[in-house]
């Protein structure tokens, strides 16, 4: 190396600093792809993400040869600089040279390089696959050796060096954060549908379904002229029919479109409807809807009767109810709201609603956060916080709200106003407190 010419060794050295940045990005994109844009790209024959993505399959051998490459030309690089300082300063050089190496190598093969794979990572990643893996297969004697010796000793420090293939997969918690953060990607309302999906395992059927004193059912005990009158004014294609009561002889769940032909004969009579009427089929209140969506389907149901421990019947669900957890609010005939709406909202701000109204449905509808950990209605909730049923005119304070009893029955609360304390109200309580 000393009889080589000056501007030789320079030109070396620029090489050497080169190819120490290419190891350093290199290293810095590799770990920094986006592991499940990666596998997309993959699946979708992109050669070099699927040649990323073998050499990060074993991590460790994929940084060995980077660091083996990397490192051989930085010492490299060392050796020339010092033999450049000696013949243009001499001994007294070393130290200068060095120093500026050190500066050099720092801004030009590490820094810049580093920052610029972080920005870009599949710009340099890629690429590089395509030369990292034949240096993988030609120096892999070595690379072996170096990673037996260092995964030893992170063994010896009772570290697992076992590559863990479930460590980048996502818990729920994480997929919500990564469904709020895709705002530029996907439209508000597919994010709401993502994150309904994600919490069908958390929710349970009885806090959808329609309670039982909600239910459309049928009395096959009355006159066939009245039960067909009823069955003609039904607003859902299913209506469960009864005994007497729905309690204690529940006779099945007739499908009106099935029952279509019959129904249109003047000679319909009771016993033909009672043949073309489904057995029950009954759920306990505590399954979750993830799970009843799948019953639904290997059950060929759209329609359950949800029971509690006691086997009293609490309500009824149908798909459609469980479909509007994930999608919304359906809009269909047989959905369509009442001509009263439960729901006011009043000129100062506040809401007045049917205290019947499930709590998460408000939540969900007007952006509210009342506590849905226990009472599933707004008249529970009250009822459960003052431990009897109030006079018109009672008030509550559940969290950042204000609920006011404004009308009440002779065993629950009928409709309540609901108004949202403001920041100086609060402070405000806070200092009376």
Not at 73 to 91: C, H, R, Y
Not at 260 to 278: Q, V, W
């Amino acid at each position: 190396m000393n009889s080589l010419d000056i501007s030789i060794l320079f030109g070396i050295l620029a090489l050497l600093i080169i190819l120490s940045a290419l190891f350093s990005s290199s290293e810095t994109s590799m770990m920094a792809l986006n592991r499940y844009r990666l596998k997309h790209q993959a699946k979708s024959g992109h050669k070099g993400a699927i040649k990323a993505q073998k050499l990060l399959e074993k991590p460790d051998r994929l940084l060995g040869v980077i660091l083996l490459g990397n490192n051989f030309v930085n010492i490299f690089a060392s050796s020339i600089a010092t033999i450049i300082a000696m013949k243009l300063i001499g001994e007294a050089g070393i130290a200068l040279a060095a120093g500026l190496l050190t500066l050099v190598i720092l801004v030009f093969a590490e820094v810049a390089p580093k920052t610029l794979a972080a920005l870009y990572p599949e710009k340099i990643a890629y690429p590089a696959a395509f030369i990292l893996t034949p240096l993988l297969k030609i120096f892999s004697p070595i690379v072996w050796l170096v990673n037996f010796f260092a995964n030893g000793l992170l063994r010896l420090f009772g570290v697992n060096t076992q590559h863990n293939g479930d460590q980048h997969s996502l818990s729920h918690e994480e997929l919500q954060t990564l469904i709020d953060e895709a705002t530029h990607q996907l439209p508000k309302h597919y994010r709401d549908m993502l994150s309904s999906v994600l919490k069908l395992e958390t929710v349970t059927v009885e806090d959808v379904m329609i309670p039982k004193q909600d239910i459309y059912a049928v009395d096959v005990t009355q006159p066939i002229e009245d039960i067909l009158k009823a069955i003609e004014k039904s607003p859902y294609t299913r209506i469960p029919l009864y005994r007497g009561s729905l309690d204690e002889d529940l006779v099945g769940v007739l499908n009106l479109r099935r029952a279509l032909p019959l129904l249109m004969h003047k000679d319909a009579s009771l016993k033909d409807i009672i043949k073309l009427a489904r057995p029950a089929y009954f759920v306990p209140e505590c399954t979750s809807l993830s799970v009843q969506l799948r019953k639904f389907n290997e059950n060929k149901r759209r329609m359950a009767c949800i029971v509690d421990e006691y086997g009293d019947l609490q309500g009824l669900l149908s798909m459609e109810d469980l479909l509007e957890e994930i999608v919304g609010k359906l809009s269909t005939d047989s959905k369509a709201k009442p001509e009263t709406d439960s729901v006011a909202l009043n000129d100062d701000g506040s809401m007045t609603i049917d205290a019947l109204e499930f709590i998460r449905d408000l939540n969900k509808e007007y952006n509210l956060n009342l506590p849905t950990d226990g009472p599933k209605t707004l008249n529970g909730l009250i009822q459960e916080e003052l431990e009897t049923l109030p006079t018109t005119g009672t008030c509550i304070k559940v969290g950042p709200y204000i609920l006011e009893v404004i009308k009440t029955s002779d065993n629950a609360i009928q409709s309540v106003k609901l108004t949202k304390i403001s920041e100086p109200q609060k402070r405000s309580n806070e200092h009376e407190q």
